[in-house]
């Protein structure tokens, strides 16, 4: 087998939600969108769920549908992009909650499914998705009297603790909430880290869950072990890989590695990327192509069968530093060929 070894940790998982869960001055929910930030939602969610979580978060009524197949009845799913025309069916069939984003979507859904759940979108400044303070001013009073579930908006910010960005968000929308008698939500990973006055109700951590930053003191959830193929000998002044962007400066020895950018491995993080071998650095070299990348190895005192890009040496966030990204890209990169593997 020449595929690397994808492994999750689902113990981790869990103790980065119960960490995030005891620091949450409310009830803390679970985001899984994006098939759970690329990790395989069906066994993040039931872990998560077993872990204590009773609400979870999606991009689309799809991942809705799927994530209420692997949990069964009873935990809520709540649908970042509301009631799109064509879910009536998802969400009706899979007890899905959406949040509702315009007008536009809260006649839709009260038209296509009277009295069905639903929470409510506000933007408090990000531009992206929810109703404006003018819009909701509107629509206030018929979308209370329908019964929403939850009301929430979401931060531009929330990872920069110092920005002002987060404190005008807050004011935002305690105004566009005052005197409501609804379950209210604000903060994501980087909101819970902000304090309590940013947690409200109910918490929807993402990336800290993953292991991801801000959540600095989350345990690494993803190791990726990428198996050696072949190590060979340069001489000083021979070229590697395409565009001949590495040349050996000393007698250099070289492993190539199985895997690539069509592994989710960007091509971007090359002259930046390292590997570990038994805990040992060894830099990438030359460019990563689309199944293979390039290891200098010299200074490891053995030929190692394979070496270790993502775990206890290297995070998400280092990689992403190396890629110029960041670890939730990395980690919804992951995987399109990757043997997965979960350990409790
Ligand atoms: C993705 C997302 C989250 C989770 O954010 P993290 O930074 O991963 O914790 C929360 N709320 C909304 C609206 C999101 O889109």
């Known amino acids: 087998m020449s595929t690397a070894d994808l492994t999750i940790d689902l113990g981790a998982l869990a103790q980065n939600w119960r960490a995030l869960d005891a620091m949450s001055r409310a009830e803390t929910g679970a985001v899984v969108k994006a098939n759970g930030y690329g990790l395989g939602v069906e066994r993040v969610a039931k872990v998560l769920a077993q872990a204590g979580a009773r ?11 799927a994530l209420r197949q692997a949990l069964g009845p009873g935990p809520e799913i709540n649908v970042f992009s509301g009631h799109m025309e064509g879910d009536t069916a998802l969400i009706r069939d899979h007890a899905l909650v959406p949040m ?66 987060n404190a005008q968000q807050l004011r935002v929308f305690k105004e566009m909430t005052a005197d409501l008698d609804v379950p209210l939500s604000l903060a994501s990973t980087g909101g819970i880290l902000l304090g309590p006055a940013y947690h409200f109700d109910v918490t929807r951590p993402g990336i800290g869950v993953y292991g991801g930053r801000p959540f600095a003191e989350a345990r690494p959830v993803v190791h990726l072990d990428v198996p050696v193929i072949q190590i060979r000998e340069l001489e000083p002044g021979e070229t590697v890989g395409y565009g001949n962007t590495w040349g050996a400066q000393r007698r250099t020895r070289l492993a190539t590695i199985a895997a690539g950018y069509g592994d989710g491995l960007i091509r971007a993080m090359g002259p930046r990327a390292q590997v570990f071998a038994d805990g040992r650095r060894c830099p990438v070299v030359g460019r990563v192509s ?3 990348i390039t290891v200098d190895i010299t200074d490891l005192d053995h030929d190692p069968a394979d070496v270790q890009l993502l775990g206890a040496d290297q995070g998400v966030d280092d990689l992403a530093d190396a890629a110029g990204t960041i670890g939730y890209e990395i980690l919804t990169s992951l995987g399109a060929r990757h043997a997965r593997r979960f350990i409790e």
Request: proline residues 6%; glycine residues 8%; charged residues 20%.
């Open 290 to 292: 689309m199944d293979l």
């Open 100 to 165: 509702l984003n315009s007008i536009d979507q809260m006649l839709r859904h009260v038209e296509a499914l009277p009295g069905h759940a639903f929470g409510v979108q506000l933007d408090s400044g990000m531009n992206r998705l929810g109703m404006e303070p003018a819009e909701w001013a509107a629509l206030r009073d018929i979308a209370l009297g329908q019964g929403p579930r939850l009301i929430m908006s979401h931060l531009a910010c929330a990872d920069e603790p110092d920005h002002p960005m």
């Open 55 to 65: 609400r979870f978060f999606v991009a689309v009524a799809e991942e809705g549908a």
